[in-house]
Protein backbone atom coordinates (compact mmCIF):
# COMPACT_ATOMS: atom_id res chain seq x y z
CA UNK A 1 0.00 0.00 0.00
CA UNK A 2 1.58 3.52 -0.92
CA UNK A 3 1.87 5.72 2.03
CA UNK A 4 0.00 9.01 1.49
CA UNK A 5 0.63 11.93 3.65
CA UNK A 6 -1.46 15.21 4.01
CA UNK A 7 0.24 18.29 2.32
CA UNK A 8 3.05 20.20 3.60
CA UNK A 9 2.83 21.89 7.43
CA UNK A 10 2.74 25.70 7.13
CA UNK A 11 4.90 26.22 10.30
CA UNK A 12 4.99 30.26 12.50
CA UNK A 13 9.04 29.13 12.32
CA UNK A 14 8.69 29.53 8.37
CA UNK A 15 8.01 33.64 9.25
CA UNK A 16 10.30 33.71 11.83
CA UNK A 17 7.77 33.62 14.40
CA UNK A 18 6.15 36.70 13.75
CA UNK A 19 2.36 35.90 14.31
CA UNK A 20 0.38 38.84 12.39
CA UNK A 21 2.16 37.58 9.09
CA UNK A 22 1.48 33.67 9.87
CA UNK A 23 -2.03 34.43 10.30
CA UNK A 24 -2.21 36.16 7.12
CA UNK A 25 0.05 33.78 5.39
CA UNK A 26 -2.92 30.65 6.74
CA UNK A 27 -5.78 32.78 6.21
CA UNK A 28 -4.95 32.88 2.28
CA UNK A 29 -4.08 29.57 2.22
CA UNK A 30 -7.48 29.03 3.96
CA UNK A 31 -9.12 31.39 1.55
CA UNK A 32 -7.68 29.36 -1.46
CA UNK A 33 -7.15 25.75 -0.28
CA UNK A 34 -10.27 25.72 1.50
CA UNK A 35 -13.32 28.48 0.80
CA UNK A 36 -12.54 28.77 -2.53
CA UNK A 37 -11.74 25.39 -3.85
CA UNK A 38 -15.05 24.50 -4.77
CA UNK A 39 -15.24 21.80 -2.66
CA UNK A 40 -17.83 18.93 -2.38
CA UNK A 41 -18.40 15.96 -0.22
CA UNK A 42 -20.95 13.26 -1.68
CA UNK A 43 -21.60 15.41 -4.63
CA UNK A 44 -22.55 18.43 -2.21
CA UNK A 45 -21.32 21.76 -1.72
CA UNK A 46 -19.38 22.58 1.23
CA UNK A 47 -19.85 26.41 2.65
CA UNK A 48 -18.14 28.38 5.21
CA UNK A 49 -19.49 30.48 7.67
CA UNK A 50 -18.02 34.15 8.03
CA UNK A 51 -20.22 35.92 10.34
CA UNK A 52 -19.34 36.72 13.16
CA UNK A 53 -16.38 38.00 11.80
CA UNK A 54 -13.37 38.61 13.83
CA UNK A 55 -10.23 40.66 12.96
CA UNK A 56 -11.66 40.94 9.40
CA UNK A 57 -11.35 36.90 8.96
CA UNK A 58 -14.60 34.82 9.16
CA UNK A 59 -15.91 32.53 11.92
CA UNK A 60 -15.02 29.35 10.88
CA UNK A 61 -11.66 30.24 10.30
CA UNK A 62 -11.01 31.25 13.69
CA UNK A 63 -12.75 27.90 15.53
CA UNK A 64 -10.02 25.83 12.96
CA UNK A 65 -7.70 27.71 14.37
CA UNK A 66 -7.99 27.64 17.89
CA UNK A 67 -9.41 25.19 20.69
CA UNK A 68 -11.74 25.75 23.68
CA UNK A 69 -15.43 24.94 25.04
CA UNK A 70 -16.41 28.49 24.29
CA UNK A 71 -15.98 30.99 21.44
CA UNK A 72 -14.68 33.98 23.64
CA UNK A 73 -12.25 31.42 25.56
CA UNK A 74 -10.65 29.70 22.77
CA UNK A 75 -6.91 29.88 22.32
CA UNK A 76 -4.76 29.55 19.10
CA UNK A 77 -3.61 25.86 18.24
CA UNK A 78 -0.67 25.78 16.09
CA UNK A 79 -1.30 22.46 15.04
CA UNK A 80 -4.69 23.42 13.46
CA UNK A 81 -3.04 26.65 12.11
CA UNK A 82 0.01 24.55 10.47
CA UNK A 83 -2.20 21.84 8.73
CA UNK A 84 -4.60 24.82 7.01
CA UNK A 85 -4.20 23.19 3.72
CA UNK A 86 -4.96 19.71 4.84
CA UNK A 87 -8.57 20.78 5.51
CA UNK A 88 -9.13 21.16 1.40
CA UNK A 89 -6.77 17.60 0.57
CA UNK A 90 -8.67 15.46 3.03
CA UNK A 91 -12.41 16.40 2.19
CA UNK A 92 -10.93 16.12 -2.07
CA UNK A 93 -10.01 12.61 -0.61
CA UNK A 94 -12.42 11.44 1.75
CA UNK A 95 -14.39 9.44 -0.99
CA UNK A 96 -11.27 8.06 -3.07
CA UNK A 97 -8.99 6.67 -0.31
CA UNK A 98 -9.72 3.83 2.16
CA UNK A 99 -7.68 5.48 4.33
CA UNK A 100 -10.01 7.89 5.68
CA UNK A 101 -13.07 7.05 7.29
CA UNK A 102 -16.41 8.66 7.06
CA UNK A 103 -19.39 8.26 9.49
CA UNK A 104 -22.63 10.47 10.80
CA UNK A 105 -23.02 11.44 14.42
CA UNK A 106 -25.34 13.74 16.29
CA UNK A 107 -24.55 16.55 18.37
CA UNK A 108 -27.63 18.07 20.34
CA UNK A 109 -30.07 18.66 17.02
CA UNK A 110 -27.39 18.83 14.51
CA UNK A 111 -26.76 15.97 12.00
CA UNK A 112 -22.61 15.63 11.17
CA UNK A 113 -20.23 13.93 8.73
CA UNK A 114 -17.08 13.04 10.52
CA UNK A 115 -13.90 12.57 8.10
CA UNK A 116 -11.05 10.95 9.99
CA UNK A 117 -7.79 10.40 8.38
CA UNK A 118 -6.52 7.98 11.76
CA UNK A 119 -2.94 7.81 10.24
CA UNK A 120 -2.05 11.11 10.55
CA UNK A 121 -5.06 11.73 13.53
CA UNK A 122 -6.46 14.25 11.43
CA UNK A 123 -10.43 15.21 11.41
CA UNK A 124 -12.58 17.58 9.11
CA UNK A 125 -16.33 17.97 10.43
CA UNK A 126 -19.25 18.64 8.39
CA UNK A 127 -22.85 19.87 9.19
CA UNK A 128 -25.24 18.21 7.25
CA UNK A 129 -28.11 20.65 5.62
CA UNK A 130 -30.82 20.32 3.49
CA UNK A 131 -28.76 20.23 0.07
CA UNK A 132 -25.10 21.49 1.40
CA UNK A 133 -22.75 20.55 4.17
CA UNK A 134 -21.29 23.16 6.04
CA UNK A 135 -17.73 23.40 7.29
CA UNK A 136 -17.35 23.15 11.49
CA UNK A 137 -14.03 22.34 12.21
CA UNK A 138 -10.90 20.64 11.15
CA UNK A 139 -8.43 19.43 13.91
CA UNK A 140 -5.26 16.52 15.40
CA UNK A 141 -6.90 14.54 17.35
CA UNK A 142 -5.22 13.93 21.07
CA UNK A 143 -4.63 10.04 21.93
CA UNK A 144 -7.81 9.98 23.80
CA UNK A 145 -9.73 11.98 21.16
CA UNK A 146 -8.44 9.61 18.89
CA UNK A 147 -9.79 6.73 20.92
CA UNK A 148 -13.27 7.88 21.45
CA UNK A 149 -13.63 8.42 17.23
CA UNK A 150 -12.43 4.83 16.37
CA UNK A 151 -14.72 3.70 18.98
CA UNK A 152 -17.62 6.14 17.66
CA UNK A 153 -16.90 5.07 14.02
CA UNK A 154 -16.62 1.53 15.13
CA UNK A 155 -20.14 1.44 16.12
CA UNK A 156 -21.63 3.39 13.86
CA UNK A 157 -20.26 0.72 11.31
CA UNK A 158 -21.36 -2.12 13.43
CA UNK A 159 -24.81 -0.59 13.80
CA UNK A 160 -25.08 0.11 10.43
CA UNK A 161 -24.03 -3.86 9.22
CA UNK A 162 -26.52 -5.75 11.75
CA UNK A 163 -28.90 -3.85 10.07
CA UNK A 164 -28.37 -4.39 6.98
CA UNK A 165 -27.25 -0.93 5.27
CA UNK A 166 -23.90 -0.40 4.24
Known amino acids: MVEIVLPNLITLNEYGGDWPTYLEVIYTNYLTHVVNANLYYNKWPIKFQFRPMHEGK ?11 EKEVDR ?6 CERI ?13 DQITAWENK ?5 HIVLFYEIESYVV ?7 YYLFKTAYVATPQRKKQLIR ?4 YWNTK ?5 Y
Open 107 to 111: RGKNH
Open 125 to 131: ILAKRND
Open 161 to 165: KTKGA
Open 58 to 68: GFAFWHTISEG
Open 152 to 155: ERNE
Open 85 to 97: VSIGWLITNASIL
Open 75 to 80: TIDFRR
